[in-house]
């Protein structure tokens, strides 16, 4: 017997156990704890982190002087069932055509907190089917991010005859129009990056990030942003980027626009209340901005 008719025997709920997606960059799904599905992950283990520390001896004390935290690998268990080489060779297509995956991983209960981590799939091993005819096999997930949660922020301004926007939702939590702030509480593990998407028409925007202090770090950029266009600037540590896309899709890199002498060009949310400011020289109509709150262990 599978480990899916084991929970089916004890008739437990969906929200009973703790679910588990794979999600590629178009945002399709594979759910890997669908109780009436065709796969199942279980036994899931390095959900934690590990450190690397190394210590010198100084008479009776050791003094730390490298505290790191290792990459996390991630390993578990798949059953396939009904079809199972079928169901086995979809979910190889699936992994191999992603240009990049994330792993989604949800609480049990009903505080259905949604957590995602970058991955690479390592490895996927394929055995026999047993008795129960359930098709088992291993795999070894290399996480390539700590664990996030994403929250949005979203402004348009609705769009008149024969205007072109960037289809951007209307959202509250923004004022007036030539200033855009959020004021957000990070209460993650580190410093939280953020991807801002702002479009046109925009002239020389700017990018503030104060504190209970004051400013702490500003992006001023002496460009234009057409109708039509976009600009891109993520400060996430494996996508960082300042970009300009035009109505074509082309993208032109704007770090050469940015002020080199600014040590800190791409920052992040500090730990605690921060309020980030998006400001411009005429009306900011259309914005979005994504900040990911990290995590070292969920």
Known sequence: MGWKELIQEHNYKYEDIRNFFFENEKGQKIDCQEVSGKLFLYNVNG????RNLE????????????????????????????????????????????????????HKGSNRNKYYRDIDVAQV?????????????????????????????????????????????????????????????????????????MGGYILNPKVSLYDDKGLINEISLNITIEENEKLIYCTRDNECKIIKVLSDGTEINLVDDLDLENENNFFKLPIGYSTIKLSAENEILNSKLTIYKEYIAV
């Open 125 to 197: 091993d394929k055995f026999q089917e047993d008795d129960f005819n359930v098709l088992p096999t291993n795999i070894t997930l290399n996480c390539t991010s700590l664990w996030y949660e994403e929250t949005n922020f979203i402004y348009r301004v609705e769009e008149i005859q024969d205007e072109l926007r960037w289809d951007f939702e209307w959202d509250s939590r923004f004022t007036d129009y030539e200033n855009r702030s959020v004021q957000y509480n990070n209460n993650g593990h580190t410093k939280a990056p953020f991807l801002l998407e």
């Open 55 to 106: 210590y010198a001896r100084v008479g009776t004390a050791y003094i730390k002087n490298k505290d790191e935290f290792a990459q996390n690998v991630i390993t578990g268990e798949l059953e396939f069932y009904d079809n199972t080489y079928e169901q086995y060779k979809n979910f190889i297509d699936f992994i191999l055509q992603a240009k990049s995956l994330k792993l989604i991983y949800v």
């Open 47 to 50: 959900l934690g982190f590990s």
